[in-house]
């Protein structure tokens, strides 16, 4: 008798835990999630058309990689859908319009437009410096 009474103090132990986690876990909104990392939606939703004719890479790629959005089509939640557009490498035209994967994942940047060309530091001029 003295195990099945031990047993059901460890189930409503076991029962109390767990309500009370589901009762602490906060419910996200769509489009909330780490305050740093954006989708292509989040990125591209303060700019002018959508971002239509901007420049967006994810934040791991190499410098002067990356897509020029040519077409957003949203789905019924704005931080979500799917975007077409051409992919430079090296800042040359790398590929044909193609639709751009990964375009929910939590990991992309704006690309600002600059007047200089992106070009490598020599050695000596970090020495220099």
Same mark, same amino acid.
């Given at each position: 008798?003295?195990?099945?009474?031990?047993?059901? *103090? &460890?189930?409503?132990?076991?029962?109390?835990?767990?309500?009370?986690?589901?009762?602490?876990?906060? &419910? =996200?909104?769509?489009?909330?999630?780490?305050?740093?990392?954006?989708?292509? /939606?989040?990125?591209? =939703?303060?700019?002018?058309?959508?971002?239509?004719?901007?420049?967006? @890479?994810?934040?791991? %790629?190499?410098?002067?990689? /990356?897509?020029?959005?040519?077409?957003?089509?949203?789905?019924?939640?704005?931080?979500?859908? @799917?975007? %077409?557009?051409?992919?430079?490498?090296?800042?040359?035209?790398?590929? *044909?319009?193609?639709?751009?994967?990964?375009?929910?994942?939590?990991? %992309?940047?704006?690309?600002?437009?600059?007047?200089?060309? %992106?070009?490598?530091?020599?050695?000596?001029?970090?020495?220099?410096?």
């Amino acid at each position: 008798m003295a195990s099945a009474h031990t047993t059901m *103090k &460890l189930l409503r132990r076991a029962m109390a835990t767990a309500t009370e986690a589901a009762v602490k876990v906060p &419910l =996200k909104k769509p489009g909330e999630g780490h305050p740093k990392r954006k989708n292509l /939606f989040d990125v591209v =939703k303060v700019l002018p058309n959508w971002g239509v004719g901007s420049k967006v @890479a994810k934040s791991h %790629w190499r410098p002067e990689t /990356f897509y020029k959005i040519t077409e957003i089509k949203l789905y019924k939640d704005p931080g979500h859908g @799917a975007a %077409w557009g051409i992919y430079h490498e090296a800042g040359v035209e790398a590929g *044909k319009l193609q639709k751009i994967g990964g375009a929910n994942k939590r990991c %992309w940047k704006h690309i600002e437009e600059t007047s200089q060309p %992106w070009r490598p530091v020599e050695k000596s001029q970090v020495s220099q410096a």
